[in-house]
């Protein structure tokens, strides 16, 4: 179902899978932080994960779509787009995050009477966010630019290296073709 929603927002089917890659991190942290704290997958630490998986999308979310936005308006290679995009939406992502762990942070160290059955919602979400967090950074980014590469296999785009402003080479796309055409003395391809 989110990959339908985002597909439909994005129109795209390839950048809702960029977004839902951090998911498994957040799930692996959620889960290793339930073990080695000795607790089961019940139904707090089930609702936790759920909880988990809103909050990693929505930081997914703000970097790709800030991203996508910079580079169709601007023209940058996937990279670069990607790049700007952890840049600009670094201090949201880390005030949201914050807030999310700052909320959860008493249930998961919760005294008092039925502290012990909500733990796991407040381990789950904590451990979850940690490590999502500081592998989502990372993967996201690497992941953005690798699916923009594939996608554009599919629509017929190559990429070519053009000398940019900065001295170094960037890629940009181009349309299927444009690279075996050659401009007559008419002005006609």
């Given amino acids: 179902m989110i990959y339908l929603v985002l597909g439909i927002l994005y129109e795209s089917f390839i950048h809702p899978i960029t977004i839902l890659s ?7 942290g959620a889960l290793l932080t339930l073990k080695l704290f000795d607790y089961s997958l019940d139904l707090y630490a089930f609702v936790g994960i759920i909880m988990l998986i809103g909050i990693v999308k929505k930081n ?14 601007e023209n940058l290679p996937a990279a670069e787009a990607a790049y700007q995009g952890c840049l600009v939406r ?4 880390m005030m949201t995050t914050m807030a999310a762990l ?3 942070l008493p249930i998961a160290i919760g005294f008092g009477a039925g502290a012990d059955s909500r733990r796991p919602l407040g381990l789950a979400v904590v451990g979850g966010l940690l490590f999502s967090q500081i592998v989502t950074l990372y993967l996201t980014p690497v992941f ?22 900065r001295g170094s080479s960037t890629r940009e796309p181009t349309p299927a073709g444009a690279l075996n055409r050659v401009a007559t003395p008419t002005g006609q391809d």
Avoid: C
């Fill in 22 to 28: 951090g998911l498994p991190s957040a799930a692996f």
């Fill in 60 to 73: 997914a979310i703000m970097m790709v779509d800030f991203a996508l936005e910079i580079q169709r308006k």
């Fill in 90 to 93: 670094f201090r949201p992502i």
């Fill in 102 to 104: 700052m909320g959860t």
């Fill in 144 to 165: 953005y630019t690798y699916m923009d590469t594939f996608q554009g296999w599919f629509s017929g785009r190559q990429t070519v290296s053009v000398p940019s402003s």
